[in-house]
Nanobody, 121 residues
Framework: QVQLAESGGGLVQAGGSLRLSCAAS????????MGWFRQAPGKAREFVVA???????YTTDSVKGRFTISRDNSKNTVYLQMNSLKPEDTAVYYC???????????????WGQGTQVTVSS
């Protein structure tokens, strides 16, 4: 069982930056693939970026070159650095953990509660 807690969301102007953090409980964080998803108002939740236990990264096209995922296994934390933010990045951002298998864009076992990111124009 893994519990995830996101933080770092907020209001930022277009072109600005934010760094989201996701702290995980448990002793086996390093064995989980980690992902970030987002859900904008009135839209389905969508994949943003994922990082495998071995360092493989999947990134959705709309954030390539702007968003970076990283993890610190000593702190049981995964990060999402978001630069050059756009109003269309406004959403609730969720982190997720996948226990086994290959890195995935859509099949995760544990989810956080989400943190709101609002980008003003």
């Amino acid at each position: 069982q893994v519990q995830l807690a996101e933080s770092g969301g907020g209001l930022v102007q277009a072109g600005g930056s934010l760094r989201l953090s996701c702290a995980a409980s448990g002793r086996t964080f390093s064995s989980y693939h980690m992902g970030w998803f987002r859900q904008a108002p009135g839209k389905a939740r969508e994949f943003v970026v994922a990082l495998s236990t071995g360092g493989t990264i999947y990134t959705t096209d709309s954030v390539k070159g702007r968003f970076t995922i990283s993890r610190d296994n000593s702190k049981n934390t995964v990060y999402l650095q978001m630069n050059s933010l756009k109003p269309e990045d406004t959403a609730v951002y969720y982190c997720a953990a996948r226990a086994a298998g290959i890195l995935s864009r859509n099949d995760y076992d544990y989810w956080g509660q989400g943190t709101q990111v609002t980008v003003s124009s």
